[in-house]
């Protein structure tokens, strides 16, 4: 397909010099064009979809490649130089494609492993009055507010647990447990 977009460019050759690869991470966009090391990302989905799809995706973003080979870093990402290409190659200049009418099917981003939070939890448990928080990451400005307000530094020592629905439950009852305790003084 590449060999066949660099004929009607005039750039015999131009297939030997792309590396093409597939890639489970992009779950977002569909493709992606790296000019300086020649490299063109495409979703896993790409290879499934119908031939006409495939020869568009790969066709737009070779054009990046090949504009950029023409002129370099001043032509913008879908300017009218990429443009000029995709219709020198039979193709309509489009910027995006429906994943949906296009036979495209493009994983959930929201399961997908590329985007799933990190499966830690990291709770800041006040070593004084054992009030915890928890989070994805660590966060070391937080402090027990309940300490600090005593005159205390309400320094919260840090732990690291794996991430679950079962934790994070435990998590909550324990929290509203203890301003329910709280509350009553
Ligand atoms: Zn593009
Ligand atoms: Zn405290």
Request: hydrophobic share 40%; net charge positive.
């Amino acid at each position: 397909m590449v060999a066949s977009f660099a004929v009607s460019w005039s750039r015999p050759g131009l297939e030997e010099t792309i590396s093409i690869e597939l890639s489970p991470r992009l779950v977002r966009a569909i493709g992606r064009a790296m000019p300086r090391s020649r490299r063109i990302r495409l979703a896993t989905a790409v290879a499934e979809a119908p031939e006409a799809t495939i020869a568009e995706v790969l066709c737009h973003e070779v054009a990046h490649i090949v504009a950029w080979d023409l002129f370099g870093p001043s032509a913008r990402p879908h300017g009218r130089e990429w443009a000029a290409l995709m219709r020198a190659a039979g193709f309509e200049p489009r910027i995006r494609l429906d994943p949906a009418t296009r036979g495209l099917r493009m994983p959930d981003p929201r399961t997908s492993a590329a985007t799933r939070p990190r499966p830690w939890l990291y709770e800041h448990r006040c070593p004084v009055c054992q009030a915890s928080r928890t989070s994805g990451r660590v966060v070391r400005r937080w402090r027990c507010a309940r300490c600090v307000r005593a005159g205390l530094d309400g320094e919260l020592v840090v732990s690291r647990r794996p991430k679950g629905v079962a934790a994070s439950l435990r998590d909550r009852a324990r929290t509203a447990l203890r301003d329910a305790l709280s509350s009553r003084g």
